[in-house]
């Protein structure tokens, strides 16, 4: 087997058979559970890193300055907003994804935390477990329902229309959603119907934010939008913290603007400890773990490792994001 002697760093979410193969065809260094900004050794290695493999590497201007001889950044994940593609397209960088493995994963998650949040199930579990379940529930213990209610999806992507079909299909919701573009499919399938975000907001129960992070939607969502939706709603985030105000949902939630939210995603991850949001019972934390179980990582480690193999060994990746 061909040999290839550039060097590769590895971190966070790698498979074992990733590692494996990446051990075989180069002079590979793996760094477990880092952050890539603080890490010394990691940064030391980054010197002469012909390639770097993981979820959210920072690719910015400044860490790019730190790997004169770097030639690919493979990133483990369907979004690749932590990539400037501008400077890696100067500096001649090739940038991969993986896009479309994780979307069923996804979409499960993010109905599983309308549901929850619904329900209230998180809430209830700590009920339970404080001994305070002595007789029968009060009113304000009750949830809300989901069937039949009303699902708004800003974003209709891959993902937004898997988590339409899984409202629409299992729980016979109506579905509202705003998008850049018509989702015609969407439309057709699940009878999805197109509207203004302001609309949206006020007529939806539920409102799910998949929109990816771009410079047109960063915080997106703001004060203004928050008091818009109704104060029986659920805010559920699976896209990115930066969407979104948080400020203004914590406003929100604490002035009663709206009745919860469940949120994978943050404006700084790992979340403060001090946040607000970590001591409200109407909000469900979740550490970015959309996408998180151990098929859908292996598959998307994979993929990565098809990429950066490919990619350093002058062929084409088969996710290329920029020529």
Not at 157 to 170: F, Q
């Amino acid at each position: 087997m061909l040999t290839l002697k550039k060097t590769v760093i590895g971190y966070n979410r790698l498979s074992e058979n990733s590692m494996k193969l990446l051990k075989t065809y180069f002079n590979f260094i793996f760094f477990k559970d880092i952050n890539p900004k603080k890490n010394k050794l990691f940064l030391e290695n980054l010197e002469v890193a012909d390639g770097i493999i993981g979820m959210g590497f920072p690719g910015t201007s400044n860490m790019l300055n730190s790997a004169p001889n770097l030639k690919i950044i493979s990133n483990i994940g369907t979004g690749y907003d932590n990539l400037d593609l501008i400077e890696m397209k100067k500096r001649k960088i090739m940038g991969t994804n993986t896009p479309n493995i994780p979307n069923n994963t996804t979409a499960d998650f993010m109905f599983s935390l309308l549901l929850a949040s619904a329900r209230r199930i998180t809430e209830m579990d700590r009920f339970v477990k404080a001994g305070k379940w002595l007789n029968t529930l009060e009113k304000d213990t009750f949830g809300i329902d989901v069937f039949n209610k009303k699902l708004g999806i800003i974003g209709m992507g891959e993902i937004g229309s898997l988590i339409a079909k899984r409202a629409y299909l299992g729980f016979n919701m109506e579905i509202l959603y705003h998008n850049r573009t018509r989702n015609m499919d969407s439309e057709k399938k699940y009878e999805a119907k197109y509207h203004s975000l302001d609309t949206l907001l006020k007529e939806s129960d539920f409102v799910c934010m998949m929109a990816p992070l771009t410079t047109k939607t960063r915080h997106m969502i703001n004060k203004k939008h928050f008091q818009l939706m109704k104060n029986t709603a659920v805010f559920i985030n699976g896209s990115r913290g930066e969407t979104i105000i948080e400020d203004d949902l914590i406003s929100a939630l604490l002035n009663g603007e709206i009745m919860g939210a469940a949120l994978d995603v943050y404006s700084n991850e790992p979340i403060n400890g001090e946040n607000p949001l970590l001591k409200m019972n109407n909000v469900i934390t979740t550490p970015h773990t959309g996408a998180s179980t151990a098929e859908t990582i292996s598959k998307m480690s994979n993929l990565a490792t098809e990429n950066i193999i490919k990619g350093l060994n002058g062929e084409t990746p088969p996710n290329l994001l920029i020529p």
